[in-house]
């Protein structure tokens, strides 16, 4: 008990140090410092101690009395109540201090960097922050914390392929993804900030960043060359990640996979290099950027163009049945290539197929999800983006091809075919 006293002492100092700073002389100064702060603290830590919930409660109140009575004395011409909340919260953060003193403390700190952070915050809503930038981030607050719980979590529409919650997801992933890379252009300018935020969004999807570097490309044709490097980028996540599944799922696969990986990989890489180069060579008069930091409208065409693929390889597996592995993996490609990975590499970990055998099914998914991604850039980024990223993933996906012919794989795809 005497640790979590000390704890609450800690915090009133703390908050009340800073308080202190900015509490002014004379008749103008504010009516807590770094005292009042330390010994609320404790009222609230030896108040909940000695007579738990109630008498915090009390202690709080009162806390509240004396707050507004000073505030009323000494704040005639400030409608300031920085400091009089902070005393409150800092009585609270004293009696939660007697059960939970790591998230205590954890919360004394945040409410100090807030208040030491003042200037710089005001200064960023004011200043920095655009009307347009606030209503993005409210569309994208309400997206998740309002829409996302209600929607439902079950299979529905044609064929059961629709699950509403997992779509809902995407949109969101779609404009926080367009949402760090506005983030990362403001930062380093268009010429750096999408090719770099395009390969690390690769990593949460690749087909979603391609959306997004469409949409940002088709407002912006200035940072065209850019988008298309963004977008082409992120096919080297692709390319690791499918690395990485398969080596924690079966390494033998990984093996027989290493060279037409590799293959895809380099090609991705020297692709998106080559439009990076051009979108540095590129003069932008106006680097520092504002607008808007994603398009709601962009995002849901995505869900509804990957919606479409859903239900158009379930009819297809309901027509045609399921004709074979390659045809499985080929379908789940098409929306996600890590997943189609997977199945086929378990098939090869529990022996039920040889790893020389998973590569033909595996290149499909990544063919199938070229696909899916050639149909994305065609309807989010228009004509120009669409002529400079296709050829980029058509490329990839060659580049994967060959490395499988250059592992002695022609004659089993030969006898496939």
């Given amino acids: 008990m005497i640790l979590n006293l000390v704890v609450a002492l800690g915090i009133g100092l703390l908050i009340g140090a800073e308080r202190e700073r900015r509490k002014g002389v004379g008749l103008s100064r504010a009516p807590a410092g770094i005292r009042t702060f330390a010994i609320a603290s404790l009222a609230g830590a030896i108040s909940f101690i000695a007579g738990g919930e109630v008498l915090l409660a009390t202690a709080t109140a009162g806390i509240i009395l004396l707050t507004a009575v000073g505030y009323w004395r000494a704040h005639e011409d400030d409608p300031g109540l920085t400091t009089e909340v902070a005393l409150i919260v800092t009585t609270l953060l004293g009696g939660l201090s007697t059960q939970k003193p790591a998230m205590a403390a954890g919360l004394a700190v945040t409410v100090a960097i807030l208040l030491v952070a003042r200037s710089r915050l005001h200064r960023f809503v004011r200043s920095v922050l655009t009307k347009d930038e606030l209503d993005d981030a409210l569309i994208f607050a309400g997206a998740t914390l309002i829409v996302l719980p209600l929607v439902p979590d079950q299979a529905m529409g044609p064929y059961g392929a629709l699950n509403p919650h997992s779509i809902w997801i995407l949109v969101i992933l779609v404009m926080a993804i367009s949402a760090a890379g506005y983030i990362v252009v403001r930062m380093l300018g268009a010429r750096f900030g ?80 080559v439009f990076t180069v051009l979108a540095l060579r590129q003069k932008s008069a106006n680097e520092a950027q504002s607008g808007r930091a994603f398009s709601l409208l962009t995002a849901l065409g995505f869900a509804l163009t990957l919606s479409c693929i859903l239900v158009a390889s379930a009819a297809l597996r309901e027509w045609f049945g399921e004709t074979g592995v390659i045809v499985a993996a080929a379908l789940a490609g098409s929306v996600d290539t890590h997943s189609a990975a997977i199945s086929v590499a378990s098939l090869v970990a529990s022996g039920k197929m040889s790893a020389a055998d998973a590569v ?32 980029g993933l058509i490329f990839v996906a060659l580049a994967a091809w060959a490395g499988a012919m250059m592992i002695g794989f022609d004659a089993r795809l030969a006898a496939v075919l």
Avoid: E, H, W
């Fill in 194 to 273: 999408l090719p770099i935020s395009g390969l690390a969004s690769g990593f949460i999807s690749s087909t979603a960043t391609i959306s997004a570097m469409g949409a940002r490309a088709q407002r912006d044709t200035g940072v065209l060359a850019a988008a298309v490097a963004g977008a082409v980028l992120s096919t080297v996540a692709t390319v690791i990640q499918m690395a990485l599944v398969l080596a924690a799922t079966s390494v033998a696969t990984l093996r027989v996979l290493s060279v037409p990986l590799i293959c895809a990989g380099v090609a991705a890489i020297v692709y998106g290099v």
């Fill in 360 to 391: 033909f099914p595996i290149l499909a998914g990544l063919s199938t999800n070229t696909v899916s991604k050639i149909l994305l850039a065609s309807t989010s980024g228009g004509r120009s983006f669409a002529l400079r990223v296709i050829p």
